[in-house]
Nanobody, 126 residues
């Protein structure tokens, strides 16, 4: 059973920073592609960032490129998302997700991800 637990959300002022973490149970974390998605109230869940199994490749949504950074620590079964220069429009519930595929491009589609965390709320005030 693979479980994902996010932490690190909270309330922050515009231009501030947060660091989200996601800890994954199980012995196969290092083989998963990992992604972060977010869902604002009344909107669909959308792609934020993804990282390859080794951590050598990453991909970002245009809306967060240059402000957010995804990273992973395979020794600690953890994937992180550093959020800088936050804007009110970044307010959402942030989810981490694991993709069991072992090859192919990093996916921006939530339907390619097999396991999900419960989400952590990020609120950015203006």
């Amino acid at each position: 059973q693979v479980q994902l637990v996010e932490s690190g959300g909270g309330l922050v002022q515009a231009e501030g920073s947060l660091r989200l973490s996601c800890t994954v149970s199980g012995r196969t974390f290092s083989s998963y592609y990992m992604g972060w998605f977010r869902q604002a109230p009344g909107r669909e869940r959308v792609f934020v960032a993804a990282i390859s199994a080794s951590g050598g490749t990453s991909r970002y949504a245009d809306s967060v490129k240059g402000r957010f950074t995804i990273s992973r620590d395979n020794a600690r079964n953890t994937v992180s998302l550093q959020l800088n220069s936050l804007k009110p429009e970044d307010t959402a519930v942030y989810y981490c997700a694991a993709d069991r595929r072992t090859n192919g491009l990093l996916s921006t589609s939530q339907y390619d991800y097999n396991y999900w965390g419960q989400g952590t709320q990020v609120t950015v005030s203006s």
